[in-house]
């Protein structure tokens, strides 16, 4: 009799693992990596390829583990019920006396309990917590005997998931289409990989930077033409020859008069190149011509990612961007691009400080900021997540711009305008353009009084 009864409790405990493993399955597969399944079974793992299937069609998915774990669940509590009962009255009329009267109606009650709580252990809590550890092992490992358990019950299967589906569409709902993954997404992604070291802590900044440059134009990395250095061909020779032998620059723009009559762009090294060749027979202005060519042009709308691939089919570092009206506007280098990248990479000692004295801390709340500082650097600098008043317009490109829209005039040195808990004053115009602006950033802290510290 008692091995029967050990037996017994065998298949129960048998039953209940078995239940288990289908919710384990389940839950597996749905928390599964697309990705990383597939990984593995373009490697030829069939247990990823059956998984993909699964996952693919859920209906019959659910259907078939659903059937096998309301058929444990029937037989378990039957089972259960019928074998335990009657040796659990006598074990309780023989070791407790004092309940002996009430053994065949406490026996029914107990042997549920227990049941119960195995169930929810063994058969759900701790095979869940499992195929949340290690989802696609889990899923993998698995899919094949689901696969073959589904083969077994298609008939059910078929019933239920014609049934589910023909329910779904009379109450009007149709098949979730699968959720493209977000850039916030992405990121989160990066930073719990960084937490866990599976990247390193710079990655998440990088591809971040990379979203960032999708949404960016020519016109928001180039150098504007009034901070260009440039060979007027007109000018004395003396003053070429000046510009020539102090450039910190690999190519200049070349122009007459003004850069709307632009020439093209010449390689300063061409120049001293052909200079030692002709042995001083022609002179810099002869010996620029010759060596100008003509630039690739390309509009200020141009995304950079589009502008990327000018540079790799032209095979230029560099390209005149023009406005609208097809004026010269500026000059963009894939050196400015991967600056957006990678952060600041300057070219010379020059471009270093001048870069260095962007932004200037005066005090705990006060900073020199140049006019020419851009808006997603400013907002970086500042950790100003809100959009700014006209960003969405894309009205302007720099802080001296947003400050122009913010005045809506050409605004005075000393000038005061005061946004949110920002003090913008101008400290110094170059003609009408905002040179050096002095902001003052005083955050509003809440006060809290005694009274409600107290309460």
Same mark, same amino acid.
């Given at each position: 009799?008692?091995?029967?009864?050990?037996?017994?409790?065998?298949?129960?405990?048998? *039953?209940?693992?078995?239940?288990?493993?289908?919710?384990?399955?389940?839950?597996?597969?749905?928390?599964?990596?697309?990705?990383?399944?597939?990984?593995?079974?373009?490697?030829?793992?069939?247990?990823?390829?059956?998984?993909?299937?699964?996952?693919?069609?859920?209906?019959?998915?659910?259907?078939?583990? !659903?059937?096998?774990?309301?058929?444990?669940?029937?037989?378990?509590?039957?089972?259960?019920?019928?074998? $335990?009962?009657?040796?659990?009255?006598?074990?309780?009329?023989?070791?407790?006396?004092? $309940?002996?009267?009430?053994?065949?109606? &406490?026996?029914?009650?107990?042997?549920? =309990?227990?049941?119960?709580?195995?169930?929810?252990?063994?058969?759900?809590?701790?095979?869940?917590?499992?195929? *949340?550890?290690?989802?696609?092992?889990?899923?993998?490992?698995?899919?094949?005997?689901?696969?073959?358990?589904?083969?077994?019950?298609?008939?059910?299967?078929?019933? $239920?998931?014609?049934?589910?589906?023909? $329910?779904?569409?009379?109450?009007?709902?149709?098949?979730?289409?699968?959720?493209?993954?977000?850039?916030?997404?992405?990121?989160?992604?990066?930073? %719990?990989?960084?937490?866990?070291?599976?990247?390193?802590?710079?990655?998440?900044?990088?591809?971040?930077?990379?979203?960032?440059?999708?949404?960016?134009?020519?016109?928001?990395?180039?150098?504007?033409?009034? %901070?260009?250095?440039?060979?007027?061909?007109? =000018?004395?020779?003396?003053?070429?020859?000046?510009?020539?032998?102090?450039?910190?620059?690999?190519?200049?723009?070349?122009?007459?008069?003004?850069?709307?009559?632009?020439?093209? *762009?010449?390689?300063?090294?061409?120049?001293?190149?052909?200079?030692?060749? !002709?042995?001083?027979?022609?002179?810099?202005?002869?010996?620029?011509?010759?060596?100008?060519? %003509?630039?690739?042009?390309?509009?200020?709308?141009?995304?950079?990612?589009?502008?990327?691939?000018?540079?790799?089919?032209?095979?230029?570092?560099?390209?005149?961007?023009?406005?609208?009206?097809?004026?010269?506007?500026?000059?963009?280098?894939?050196?400015?691009?991967?600056?957006?990248?990678?952060?600041?990479?300057?070219?010379?000692?020059?471009?270093?400080?001048?870069?260095?004295?962007?932004?200037? %801390?005066?005090?705990?709340?006060?900073?020199?900021?140049?006019?020419?500082?851009?808006?997603?650097?400013?907002?970086?600098?500042?950790?100003?997540?809100?959009?700014?008043?006209?960003?969405?317009?894309?009205?302007?490109?720099?802080?001296?711009?947003?400050?122009?829209?913010?005045?809506?005039?050409?605004?005075?040195?000393?000038?005061?305008?005061?946004?949110?808990?920002?003090?913008?004053?101008? &400290?110094?115009?170059?003609?009408?353009?905002?040179?050096?602006?002095?902001?003052?950033?005083?955050?509003?802290?809440?006060?809290?009084?005694?009274?409600?510290?107290?309460?």
């Amino acid at each position: 009799m008692d091995g029967d009864v050990g037996l017994e409790i065998l298949i129960i405990l048998l *039953l209940i693992i078995a239940n288990g493993i289908f919710s384990m399955t389940e839950l597996a597969i749905v928390n599964a990596r697309k990705g990383l399944l597939e990984d593995s079974a373009e490697k030829g793992s069939k247990g990823a390829q059956r998984a993909i299937q699964l996952s693919e069609d859920p209906n019959q998915m659910f259907s078939t583990i !659903q059937i096998g774990i309301t058929l444990i669940g029937i037989v378990t509590g039957l089972y259960s019920g019928a074998a $335990l009962s009657e040796p659990m009255a006598k074990v309780i009329k023989e070791y407790i006396p004092t $309940l002996a009267s009430y053994a065949d109606s &406490v026996s029914p009650i107990i042997i549920v =309990s227990l049941t119960t709580y195995l169930s929810l252990v063994i058969g759900e809590l701790v095979p869940k917590r499992l195929a *949340l550890n290690a989802p696609e092992k889990i899923a993998i490992f698995m899919a094949v005997p689901m696969h073959y358990f589904a083969v077994v019950a298609t008939p059910l299967v078929a019933l $239920l998931s014609v049934s589910t589906t023909s $329910l779904l569409k009379v109450m009007g709902v149709k098949d979730k289409e699968e959720a493209p993954v977000t850039e916030l997404e992405i990121n989160k992604m990066l930073t %719990q990989g960084v937490e866990l070291g599976a990247f390193e802590k710079d990655e998440p900044r990088l591809v971040d930077n990379v979203f960032r440059l999708a949404d960016l134009n020519a016109g928001d990395v180039m150098t504007p033409r009034t %901070q260009l250095k440039w060979l007027d061909l007109n =000018s004395p020779e003396e003053e070429i020859k000046e510009r020539l032998c102090h450039s910190t620059h690999y190519r200049l723009p070349v122009g007459r008069d003004s850069l709307d009559e632009l020439e093209g *762009l010449v390689v300063v090294a061409d120049v001293f190149a052909e200079h030692m060749k !002709q042995n001083g027979h022609k002179t810099l202005k002869e010996l620029v011509e010759t060596c100008t060519k %003509q630039p690739v042009m390309v509009p200020e709308s141009i995304s950079l990612m589009k502008l990327l691939e000018v540079f790799r089919t032209e095979g230029v570092h560099e390209t005149v961007v023009l406005d609208e009206y097809g004026g010269f506007s500026g000059l963009v280098t894939l050196h400015d691009i991967m600056e957006k990248l990678v952060g600041l990479m300057p070219a010379s000692e020059d471009e270093l400080k001048e870069e260095e004295n962007r932004v200037i %801390q005066r005090s705990d709340t006060t900073w020199l900021v140049d006019g020419l500082l851009s808006i997603d650097e400013f907002k970086d600098y500042f950790n100003i997540t809100k959009e700014l008043p006209g960003e969405d317009e894309d009205l302007y490109k720099t802080v001296g711009g947003f400050l122009m829209y913010l005045f809506g005039r050409i605004p005075k040195e000393l000038e005061r305008y005061v946004w949110e808990d920002y003090t913008f004053e101008i &400290v110094d115009m170059d003609n009408v353009r905002i040179d050096k602006i002095m902001v003052t950033h005083e955050p509003v802290i809440d006060e809290v009084t005694d009274e409600n510290k107290d309460s």
